[in-house]
Antibody
Framework: QVQLVESGGGVVQPGRSLRLSCTAS????????MHWVRQAPGKGLEWVAL????????YYVDSVKGRFTISRDNSKNTLYLQMNSLRGDDTAVYYC???????????????WGQGTLVTVSS | QSALTQPPSVSGSPGQSVTISCTGT?????????VSWYQQPPGTAPKLMIY???NRPSGVPDRFSGSKSGNTASLTISGLQAEDEADYYC??????????FGGGTKLTVL
């Protein structure tokens, strides 16, 4: 079945780096735009970044621009999020999600991975 | 990139109907029919419930319906059941090719 599995989370000190991975199964990653969405403890969902199916287009939420880089390796069916200069307010569960798009241009997230927790703390 | 506005909480008794609103701007909710809704029970990942404003994926009960008027989208859950208790989030793509979520609404089934 279609599935996304995140990995790479953990505890990291402020200012350090971490790379998250999201491995897809049950579908061909190269056919889809992919996203990272995060959720701070007890808070709502926040869209973080997207990468187009071929990796040529990338967009970020303002709070991570210049610090986070989204990328993909379609040959490995894997999505990445390189997080540098981490701050306390980056502490969150990070989800990857596949974008589904209708021919009319409408788009939505389905499915989502189970999430991986990133804790930024000294 | 301002979050869409949702009520923090709604509640209803089993069998009743509740509606959750999601207010954006002419640059997101009002611009496109790209509003989707997600259900998130505690400790789980979000699950798609409504896409393209009013469409249900297979497997989602027809008790869930969506609509939009101007800059406000709505999710209505009729015939409330205990299993519907969860957080609900709306989402929309925006004019600058990014995405935005609502702040989330906690649904309590009394």
């Amino acid at each position: 079945q279609v599935q996304l599995v995140e990995s790479g989370g953990g505890v990291v000190q402020p200012g350090r780096s971490l790379r998250l991975s999201c491995t897809a199964s049950g579908f061909i990653l190269s056919g889809y735009t992919m996203h990272w969405v995060r959720q701070a403890p007890g808070k709502g969902l926040e869209w973080v970044a997207l990468v187009s199916y071929d990796g040529t287009e990338k967009y970020y939420v303002d709070s991570v621009k210049g610090r986070f880089t989204i990328s993909r390796d379609n040959s490995k069916n894997t999505l990445y999020l390189q997080m540098n200069s981490l701050r306390g307010d980056d502490t969150a569960v990070y989800y990857c999600a596949r974008e589904k798009r209708a021919t009319s241009g409408q788009n939505w997230f389905d499915p989502w991975g189970q999430g991986t927790l990133v804790t930024v703390s000294s | 990139q301002s979050a869409l506005t949702q009520p923090p909480s709604v509640s209803g008794s089993p069998g009743q109907s509740v509606t959750i609103s999601c207010t954006g701007t002419s640059s997101d909710v009002g611009r496109y029919n790209r509003v989707s809704w997600y259900q998130q029970p505690p400790g789980t990942a979000p699950k798609l419930m409504i896409y393209e404003v009013s469409n249900r994926p297979s497997g989602v009960p027809d008790r869930f319906s969506g609509s939009k008027s101007g800059n406000t989208a709505s999710l209505t859950i009729s015939g409330l059941q205990a299993e519907d208790e969860a957080d609900y989030y709306c989402s929309s793509s925006t004019a600058d090719s990014t995405f935005v979520f609502g702040g989330g609404t906690k649904l309590t089934v009394l």
